[in-house]
């Protein structure tokens, strides 16, 4: 039971990664999980249910990985920030693949209340944690930059995820590898 209700998760992030979450339908994870839609319903009653699950997975995942490497006295503020680098280089290798709030924070408008609070959650969180890295680097002496921690952050953060989307449009890998040349020059 635990094992469909997962690969119903992994089925619902793709497909809002892919496709957009208005674009998903409980009909589409059945399908694609190979069970009928009402199990769907039987483990998620509602698309909203289902949307707020994935989300809390997709942040508490990125969460606990953050905050490891955060903690961690071997990892240096330029490990941390390359490590952060990584899954938007993961999903801008893939034709469409966009990161899961970012995708979603382009349907606000259209999302229930409780999921636009989970994303809001997660961009506030990855903008404290960017915050906490570049703060620190700074105070090493590893970073140099002239702009507050908290609004350069901000703009990291931002710049990330409108690559992620202008790279699906073009299907241009660069366009997120220059981006990210540029924040670490900018960085030094």
Request: aromatic share 8%; net charge positive; charged share 25%.
């Amino acid at each position: 039971m635990k094992e469909t209700a997962t690969k119903i998760l992994d089925v619902g992030q793709e497909l809002i990664q892919t496709r957009g979450y208005t674009a998903m339908s409980f009909q589409d994870i059945a399908v694609q999980v190979g069970i009928k839609k009402p199990s769907v319903i039987h483990h998620f009653s509602s698309k909203a249910d289902l949307g707020v699950a994935i989300i809390q997975r997709y942040r508490d995942t990125f969460a606990s990985q953050l905050e490891a490497i955060k903690n961690d006295p071997e990892k240096t503020s330029w490990e941390a920030l390359e490590f952060y680098f990584s899954p938007y280089l993961h999903f801008a290798s893939t034709p469409d693949t966009v990161c899961l709030c970012g995708a979603l924070a382009g349907e606000v408008p259209a999302l229930p209340e409780k999921m636009r609070a989970e994303v809001k959650q997660f961009m506030e969180d990855h903008q404290r944690w960017l915050e906490v890295i570049l703060r620190t680097g700074r105070k090493n002496g590893e970073l140099n930059f002239k702009e507050t921690p908290a609004r350069l952050s901000r703009m990291l953060f931002n710049t990330l995820q409108g690559t992620l989307l202008v790279k699906r449009s073009t299907d241009d890998l660069s366009q997120l590898k220059d981006v990210i040349k540029v924040i670490m020059h900018m960085l030094k």
